[in-house]
């Protein structure tokens, strides 16, 4: 499995930016695609996840309400849509390819995930 990230840019605080990953290769049924990032300094943390087939999603307290994911079957590709940026969002953002995917709870963790993308970096100045 093959995932190429792209969409990240330099915005102001406030502004939006939509992040899109392409995903090439064999899948599971089951498989669930999720957005983590990654600061200066910091480790990788969550941000959102989708399970392909159900359409189930999760997000992380710090972004819900402002981020969306999203998925196109069609073009095999999720979306972040990111409203409302913060200076705080400024990070590497990365996504990954979880084969499979049981529960609601096991998509929203760095180790579940078996293949990353290369990230794309997202400035938001104040």
């Known amino acids: 499995v093959q995932l190429q990230a792209s969409g990240g840019g330099l915005v102001q605080a406030g502004a939006s930016l939509r992040l899109s990953c392409e995903i090439s290769?064999?899948?599971?049924?089951?498989?669930?695609l999720g957005w983590f990032r990654q600061a200066p300094g910091r480790e990788r943390e969550f941000v959102a996840a989708?399970?392909?087939?159900?359409?189930?999603?999760r997000y992380s307290d710090s972004v819900k309400g402002r981020f969306i994911i999203s998925r196109d079957e069609g073009k095999n590709t999720v979306y972040l849509q990111m409203n409302s940026l913060k200076p705080e969002d400024t990070a590497v953002y990365y996504c990954?390819?979880?084969?499979?995917?049981?529960?609601?709870?096991?998509?929203?963790?760095?180790?579940?995930?078996?293949?990353w993308g290369r990230g794309t970096l997202v400035t938001v100045s104040s």
């Open positions: 989708i399970k392909w087939s159900l359409g189930t999603r």
């Open positions: 990954g390819y979880k084969a499979n995917s049981y529960y609601s709870e096991d998509i929203v963790g760095v180790s579940e995930y078996d293949f």
């Open positions: 290769g064999r899948f599971y049924s089951r498989y669930a």
